[in-house]
C-alpha cells in the first residue's frame, strides 16, 4: 500500500505561481508511476500530469509549458511547479500513484484546493 499526503495549495491571483508536494509513505523508486490530477465543481477528474519510474512525464495540452511534475527519490515526494495560473486551474488537485504488475493497484490522495482569483 502507498499513503499520499500532498500539499502546497492555497489561493493565488492570475498570474501567480503555487509548488504542490505529495509525499509517499514508501519508496517513489518502487512505485510505476505517479501524477497529479484535478476536479473542478461539477466537472470530471482529469489527469493534469504524470511521471513514470524512469522519470519520463506527460502533460495535459491546458497545462504543458505552464507546469512542471517532477521528483525528489531521497525524499519519496512528487512535485507539481504551477506557473502562470489561470481562473480556470481552480480545482481540488489529487496525488495518484500506480502500482503492482499491471498497475492494478491506485491509490489516491486526500487532494488539496488550489483557487486561481482573476
Known amino acids: 500500500q502507498v499513503q499520499l499526503v500532498e500539499s502546497g495549495g492555497g489561493l493565488v491571483q492570475a498570474g501567480g505561481s503555487l509548488r504542490l508536494s505529495c509525499a509517499a509513505s514508501?519508496?517513489?523508486?518502487?512505485?510505476?508511476?505517479m501524477g497529479w490530477h484535478r476536479q473542478a465543481p461539477g466537472k470530471q477528474r482529469e489527469l493534469v500530469a504524470g511521471i513514470t519510474r524512469d522519470g519520463s512525464a506527460n502533460y495535459a495540452d491546458s497545462v504543458a509549458g505552464r507546469f512542471t511534475i517532477s521528483r525528489d527519490v531521497a525524499k519519496n515526494t512528487v512535485y507539481l511547479q504551477m506557473n502562470s495560473l489561470k481562473p480556470e486551474d481552480t480545482a481540488v488537485y489529487y496525488c495518484?500513484?500506480?502500482?503492482?504488475?499491471?498497475?492494478?493497484?491506485?491509490?489516491w490522495g486526500q487532494g488539496t484546493q488550489v483557487t486561481v482569483s482573476s
Open positions: 514508501r519508496s517513489i523508486s518502487s512505485i510505476n508511476s
Open positions: 495518484k500513484a500506480v502500482t503492482g504488475l499491471g498497475s492494478r493497484y491506485h491509490y
